[in-house]
């Protein structure tokens, strides 16, 4: 299996530009969700979604967007980048693994965003 | 007051030593989690505990859900395990992390 998959890795964006950041996994989990990671804060939520359909804000929403049509996908949307929105940005997934309880975490490989 | 604090947050040791990292929290849990993160590296699932201890090679990891505590244990430390290793809490229905801000490892040879 392949977990998550997460794109691009590097992306540079001017002010202002918008872009979407993808995320896909293949577990068939219903949670998924995104983070940020910036130096000295942590991992902060963005925002979630518990299945198809259905998509949440998390502590730190502002200034992105997200959508969730197949169990499979959940792209993360910046509508107009502002350097504030630089940092490494995260993917998750959490369910149940092939019918076996377990509601551990999937992270993809990150993707490091610079807004210039 | 932080929900999950770390300690310590710098860590230094020789290869061989053992290592602990503690993570106390504030919160009734119904799960907490042990990340590693490399530098510049993703974020790898260690464990996630709801009660007792699990033992994963050099790795182990405790929590005492009576005192809110948690331990992470690492033996025979080797540099390759020289990462960032991050406690993070599950509440409810095991959704939505709360993150401490992490612990930097560094084993030298």
């Known amino acids: 299996n392949a977990g998550v998959t997460q794109t691009p890795k590097f992306q540079v964006l001017k002010t202002g530009q918008s872009m979407t950041l993808q995320c896909a996994q293949d577990?068939?989990?219903?949670?998924m969700s995104w983070y940020r990671q910036d130096p000295g804060m942590g991992l902060r939520l963005i925002h979630y979604?518990?299945?198809?359909?259905?998509?949440d804000q998390g502590e730190v929403p502002n200034g992105y967007n997200v959508s969730r049509s197949t169990t499979e996908d959940f792209p993360l949307r910046l509508l107009s980048a502002a350097p504030s929105q630089t940092s490494v940005y995260f993917c998750?997934?959490?369910?149940?693994?092939?019918?076996?309880?377990?509601?551990?975490?999937?992270f993809g490989s990150g993707t490091r965003l610079t807004v210039v | 007051k932080n929900e999950v604090e770390q300690s310590p947050q710098n860590l230094t040791a020789q290869e061989g030593e053992f290592i602990t990292i503690n993570c106390s929290y504030s919160?009734?849990?119904?799960?907490l989690h042990w990340l590693q993160q490399h530098p510049g590296g993703g974020i790898v699932s260690l464990f996630m505990?709801?009660?007792g201890k699990k033992k994963h090679g050099r790795l182990i990891a405790t929590i005492n859900i009576q005192e809110k505590h948690s331990s992470l244990h690492i033996t025979a430390s080797h540099p390759r395990d020289s990462a960032v290793y991050i406690c993070?809490?599950?509440?409810?229905?095991?959704?939505?992390?709360?993150f401490g801000k992490g612990t930097l490892l560094t084993v030298n040879p």
């Open positions: 998750a997934s959490s369910g149940r693994d092939r019918g076996i309880s377990s509601y551990g975490y999937t």
């Open positions: 919160v009734g849990i119904s799960a």
């Open positions: 505990l709801s009660s």
């Open positions: 577990m068939n989990h219903e949670y």
């Open positions: 993070a809490l599950s509440r409810g229905s095991n959704y939505k992390l709360t």
């Open positions: 979604s518990v299945g198809a359909g259905i998509t």
